[in-house]
């Protein structure tokens, strides 16, 4: 059963921080476009006279693009809800790990170590934080947090 729980301020802020290809992208898009099209214009007979007309449609282009690419991060922040699937945790996975870089310094240096903490749900490893890993066990049912429109796992819940 699907339950509609209101958005908080971290769940806007992990849907924000998805937003960034859309922004980063036509950042991208726009001055590699207009040197193309600057490299076309050279090498060809003509000279700059569309110039004016096609550097505004390029970003034009850049815009329209970025709202493509961020129209269903932002239909889900107007939305102003997630939604709560319930799901059973078919076991549990706890992993001592390393951190990366850690030990480049000089021989005989140890590397930092860290213990990472795991779901596995319907065939699929989730990391958890510690507080939720410990507070639930293998067969333990719980809420996995997605958006309505783009259908982004944006977090895990309890049930009471």
């Known amino acids: 059963m699907d339950l509609k729980v209101a ?4 769940d806007k802020k992990e849907i924000r921080y998805m937003m960034r290809a859309g922004i980063i992208i036509p950042i991208l898009f726009f001055p590699i476009a207009c040197a193309v099209y ?13 110039i004016e007309f096609i550097i505004p449609f390029i970003a034009l282009i850049s815009v329209l693009l970025s709202l493509l690419i961020n129209r269903k991060y932002r239909l889900d922040l107007k939305e102003g809800y997630k939604i709560a699937r319930d799901v059973q945790i078919d076991r549990r996975e706890e992993k001592k790990d ?6 480049t310094l000089y021989l005989g240096q140890k590397m930092n170590e860290f213990t990472a903490y795991y779901f596995i749900i319907e065939n699929t490893r989730y990391r958890v934080v510690k507080e939720l890993y ?19 796992h944006i977090g895990f819940g309890q049930m009471e």
């Open 134 to 152: 410990e507070s639930c066990h293998s067969c333990s049912m719980i809420y996995m947090f997605f958006t309505p429109h783009s259908n982004i």
């Open 7 to 10: 958005l908080n301020e971290f």
């Open 98 to 103: 390393f951190e990366a870089g850690s030990g």
């Open 38 to 50: 600057v490299m076309i214009v050279l090498n060809s007979s003509e000279g700059f006279d569309k």
